[in-house]
């Protein structure tokens, strides 16, 4: 279960922004998770509390800020839609997409005190 | 590799690298609070933070890669389901080529050192990571491993990742490829059901080909799902156990170790 892994390296930026950013408590963390970047969202958020326990994140709001997913159509040569990665292009029909967005796992911002 | 780690618990390093700059733009936004000296008043504001989750993992294995390329090594990181064979191509793969090239073996599991007694039966080095409750191995522990190889310079490192077609897609290693292996047991349709890892892999090995005779497994539809969610994939059929194949998959192996040993400026 990589969603736990992922908690880890979110606490772990938490505490090293802590001192960065003078802050002693976090109250919520706005993540961006992309439509293609594996993150299963029910995983992530049960994972979230259990990793945040006795933590300076204890009891956070975790709210996720959905991307699409988004991939450069060769063939077209346009940007597309895509909500998987083997998603044909909506236009062509054509598999050769690349990856151009939506992938992306980011911490966006906090609620300190 | 550790030289950033000091290791234990120790994770505060992030920020001396390249990541140092994005910390520039970090800026507090004033709520009415910030400035607000009033006793009693929880001083609550806004952080942007802007930060890949997986910076860390990142981070180390852009250490990796660096000491790679310093010494000229070509990384292979072997990945797949469990069962697809992975370690018989590898002691195949060394029982023909160890007398020419250098190669050394890091191999991942949750339990037991099997598999690195395989290798090391071989004869070549080998050192085993248990991952133990997680499903990957990441560029920290192998970091760590680098440092009880020794590795000579130009020589091939593989890396069996542990038997999972899901976590390890996430996490570089600092690898020059992830190689998928995927046997001819497991169904054509892997590539689309787990699309993550063929979309991260650079090269598909299509394993137990001798085993084609007695399956309904349809070749050219699996090469066609693995293409759907990656188009640039290349992909070779062989059999580590019969030898059928072999030889297209170590002469790719030494054509990209003859590219580590170009000089790029």
């Not at chain 2, 290693?173 to 892999?201: C, N, Q, R, W």
Request: hydrophobic share 40%.
């Amino acid at each position: 279960m990589h969603e736990m892994s992922l908690c880890e390296g979110i606490l772990q930026t938490l505490e090293q922004q802590a001192k960065v950013q003078d802050y002693q408590k976090v109250r919520t963390v706005w993540l961006e998770i992309g439509a293609l970047a594996g993150v299963e969202i029910d995983a992530l958020r049960f994972s979230f509390d259990v990793v945040m326990e006795g933590s300076l994140a204890e009891g956070a709001k975790l709210e996720i800020i959905p991307v699409p997913g988004q991939a450069w159509c060769l063939p077209c040569g346009i940007n597309v839609p895509v909500e998987q990665l083997y998603d044909p292009c909506p236009h062509c029909g054509s598999h050769q997409l690349q990856v151009n967005g939506g992938d992306q796992m980011r911490i966006k911002e906090l609620e300190v005190e | 590799m550790c030289g950033i780690c000091g290791c234990g618990e120790g994770h505060v390093h992030l920020d001396e690298h390249e990541h140092s700059h994005e910390h520039d733009h970090n800026h507090t936004h004033s709520y009415a609070a910030v400035h607000s000296h009033a006793p009693g008043l929880s001083q609550v504001r806004m952080v942007q933070i802007e930060q890949d989750i997986l910076a860390k993992n990142n981070q180390y294995a852009h250490e990796n890669r660096r000491y790679f390329s310093d010494h000229g090594l070509l990384v292979l990181n072997l990945v797949s389901s469990p069962g697809s064979g992975k370690t018989t191509l590898l002691t195949e793969t060394i029982l023909r080529l160890k007398d020419e090239i250098g190669i050394a073996v890091i191999e991942g599991d949750q339990q037991t050192a099997r598999d690195a007694e395989r290798i090391l039966s071989t004869g070549v080095q080998a050192i085993q990571i248990n991952t133990g409750k997680g499903c990957h191995l990441d560029a920290h522990r192998v970091g760590h491993a680098l440092e009880k190889l020794q590795l000579q310079d130009h020589s091939v490192l593989f890396i069996e990742n542990v038997g999972n077609l899901v976590c390890p897609s996430a996490f570089d290693l600092g690898e020059a490829h992830k190689v998928v292996v995927l046997s001819v047991t497991e169904g054509e349709d892997k590539p689309i059901k787990y699309p993550d890892m063929f979309h991260a892999a650079n090269l598909m090995i299509l394993n137990k080909i001798d085993l084609l005779p007695h399956l309904d497994f349809n070749v050219e539809e699996c090469i066609q799902y693995a293409k759907q969610v990656n188009p640039r994939i290349k992909i070779l059929s062989l059999s580590a156990k019969t030898g059928e194949g072999m030889d297209n998959w170590l002469a790719w192996l030494k054509a990209e170790l003859q590219l580590q040993f170009i000089d790029y400026a």
